[in-house]
């Protein structure tokens, strides 16, 4: 038995049986019949977790939850976003203006301190 075994492989193996069988069905037939039927593999995702919020260090406040934002720059936004890279992350610091989603400065180091979201 091969649970995961994947379409085109199927399909090969099954070539004979369906010519013995009387069954013209090609590939493309076959990963349709599979999609129908919910029996394609689902690809697995690759997924890093970069993130731990449930530690003991200070967290602050959202600050502006409550603020109608009414024009651009009367609020900017920083984020730090993981770009995966030979040995390990490098790191893109964004501040983004949050009336106009646009991005006012980057900074791409190899770091996620303070300092390195100053510069963006």
């Known amino acids: 038995m091969m649970p995961r075994i994947g379409t085109r492989k199927l399909y090969y193996l099954l070539q004979e049986e369906f010519k ?13 019949l599979l999609r129908e039927e919910y029996l394609l593999i689902q690809k697995k995702r690759k ?18 939850k409550d ?3 009414k024009r651009p720059e009367q609020v900017w936004v920083a984020d730090i976003t993981y770009i995966p890279i030979a ?4 790191y893109l ?4 203006d949050a009336y ?21």
Request: glycine share 6%; hydrophobic share 35%; net charge positive.
């Open 100 to 120: 106009s989603k646009k991005i006012v400065g980057y900074e791409i180091c190899d770091n996620m301190t303070a300092a390195s979201t100053l510069k963006a």
């Open 87 to 90: 040995k390990g992350f490098n």
């Open 20 to 32: 013995s069988d009387g069954i013209k069905m090609g590939r493309d037939s076959l990963f349709r």
């Open 93 to 96: 610091h964004l501040i983004t």
């Open 47 to 64: 997924y890093t977790i970069t993130t731990n919020s449930k530690h003991f260090m200070l967290k602050h406040p959202n600050q502006v």
């Open 67 to 69: 603020l109608v934002i």
